[in-house]
């Protein structure tokens, strides 16, 4: 293995560092190793970089078939190396990477806490759903069925509003 | 207020006053927001920074009134100033020396502060003395929703509320309780708690010092989690996690004046002594020797001194705080007298 420093020694010494949660690997040579001082510290951009890998989309990468976002124009490419977004609109242009990324950084895909007044009420209510669902399911595991039965008619009314509201 | 009236004045959570202040120093709650009909900050050109900070400068007024927030756009700021911002835990250090159109809004008490153009358009922020958690998060929660009535944040049904970086995405809620550990420290168990928290996914890190050799035992604890987990959830995490902490602290340190009694009168002393004492002390030395003289006075060896007069001395000798008092700019040499000055005066006092 090659030093991932300067590209030309053998790499003789291997880091792994876990941070946040994520692991990150490290392959140097004596010598760059040294002149690192024993610290590696990789930044959360670093990590992140390392994270966002093109997913597998019908056989071509996110990557190839993505384009550019149309209303800030940055490519997958610019959103992997700085791990920034450019605009609010990136989040549905970018959705196949951002995915596996979330789940990992944040073990979850989607949002269970505050929704704007502005936003409809239905979004907030589908929001407060898939949360009572998900307190259904932990406290079932605890065996707390009054609390269950509780959140299962919660559920129930909420359902009924939302199916309501649908032609 | 101007920023001339912060040095007159110290904030809300410098107080000392807060639950569970002898250890936890403060408790921060941040939400981060963005608007929909901008790019983010990342590709926002010159005049769109400029489009944000004045739109959304309006709507702050607007929502909240002069009465609560005062706004600051940088431009009108000296380096001097920003810093000074930064040292009060009003502005992130990347916000005190970022380039472009940017500002802070800033309630008379100092325990809202509402960043523009940081890395989101706005970084809304409650800051209170000691373990807040509920209360700091209702009063961000009430800005946010009166805020919110102003101007139409990005927001998306599956993925919450959007920003920059897709670590803050959701609630955008980033809670961080900064705790003073000397005992942890000093036995040597700190890294035994570090370890547990880092294991239940919250960040752990130094106040002061590099990485793994903090000065000062000062530690903030945040949350890593910003999405599928509702606010409520993430507060309730935290109000478990932190009193254990807090217990864990307390036992060590009557277990270390039990113990080591001698060992631990001396270290607090001289810390005393030293700072009553020395003509020359630099920013480092002060953190360190203040975080004992808390320890002394937590545990009745020198009662006299204030909590107060301790989180005072902790924030108007950084930097910017000493040239802004001497009403000019100092090397850091000249600094260092500047300093040991103002903490023999504010001891003698005593």
């Not at chain 1, 690192?36 to 078939?65: H, M, R, W, Y």
């Not at chain 2, 020198?302 to 007069?309: C, G, L, R």
Request: overall charge neutral; aromatic content about 6%.
């Amino acid at each position: 293995m090659i030093c991932g420093k300067c590209s030309k020694n053998h790499a003789t010494v291997h880091v792994t560092e876990v941070v946040n949660g994520v692991k990150k690997e490290a392959h140097l040579c004596e010598e760059c190793a040294r002149a690192a001082g024993g610290k590696f510290t990789f930044s959360i951009t670093d990590i992140l970089a390392n994270l966002i890998e093109p997913p597998k989309a019908g056989g071509k990468t996110v990557e190839a078939t993505a384009p550019r976002c149309p209303e800030c124009g940055i490519s997958y490419t610019q959103f992997k190396e700085k791990a920034r977004l450019g605009c609010p609109n990136d989040y549905e242009v970018f959705k196949a990477g951002l995915l596996p990324l979330l789940e990992k950084v944040h073990g979850s895909t989607q949002h269970a806490g505050k929704t704007p007044h502005t936003v409809e009420s239905v979004i907030r209510k589908e929001t407060e759903l898939v949360r009572l669902k998900r307190d259904l399911d932990s406290v079932v595991k605890t065996e707390d069925f009054e609390k269950a039965a509780e959140l299962r008619d919660r559920i129930r009314t909420l359902e009924t509003e939302l199916n309501k509201g649908k032609p | 207020m101007t920023i001339d009236d912060l040095i007159q004045q110290s904030g809300e959570w410098l107080k000392g006053t807060g639950p569970d202040s002898d250890v936890v120093i403060s408790s921060r709650i941040r939400l981060a927001r963005n608007l929909s009909r901008f790019p983010f900050m990342t590709m926002a050109t010159p005049e769109v920074r400029g489009e944000i900070q004045a739109f959304v400068r309006r709507r702050l007024e607007e929502a909240l009134g002069a009465r609560r927030v005062q706004y600051f756009p940088f431009a009108k700021l000296s380096p001097i100033d920003r810093q000074l911002l930064f040292e009060r835990h009003l502005v992130s250090r990347e916000h005190a020396n970022g380039e472009g159109e940017r500002g802070v809004a800033i309630s008379p008490d100092e325990t809202v502060s509402i960043m523009v153009n940081e890395e989101d358009h706005l970084r809304l922020q409650v800051l209170r003395s000691g373990l807040q958690l509920e209360q700091s998060y209702q009063q961000i929660d009430q800005i946010d929703t009166d805020l919110e009535q102003h101007l139409t944040y990005a927001y998306h049904s599956r993925f919450g509320y959007l920003t920059c970086c897709p670590t803050n995405v959701g609630t955008g809620l980033r809670i961080s309780v900064m705790l003073h550990l000397p005992a942890a420290v000093l036995t040597k168990q700190i890294e035994k708690v570090l370890g547990t928290l880092a294991r239940l996914n919250y960040t752990v890190r130094g106040l002061y010092g590099e990485g793994t050799s903090p000065i000062g035992d000062l530690f903030q604890i945040s949350n890593q989690v910003t999405l599928g987990k509702s606010e409520r959830d993430i507060i309730t995490e935290l109000k478990n996690v932190i009193p254990k902490v807090i217990e864990f602290e307390r036992v060590w340190r009557h277990k270390l004046a039990d113990d080591e009694p001698r060992k631990v009168e001396d270290r607090v002393w001289r810390a005393y002594g030293l700072l009553k004492h020395a003509r020359v002390i630099s920013s480092e030395e002060t953190i360190e020797q203040l975080s004992y003289l808390r320890l002394g006075v937590y545990l009745g060896i020198i009662p006299q001194v204030p909590m107060t007069i301790l989180n005072d001395l902790f924030i108007f000798t950084q930097p910017s705080h000493l040239q802004k008092i001497q009403g000019k700019v100092l090397e850091a040499v000249d600094r260092d007298v500047v300093r040991a000055e103002f903490i023999r005066k504010r001891l003698a006092a005593l």
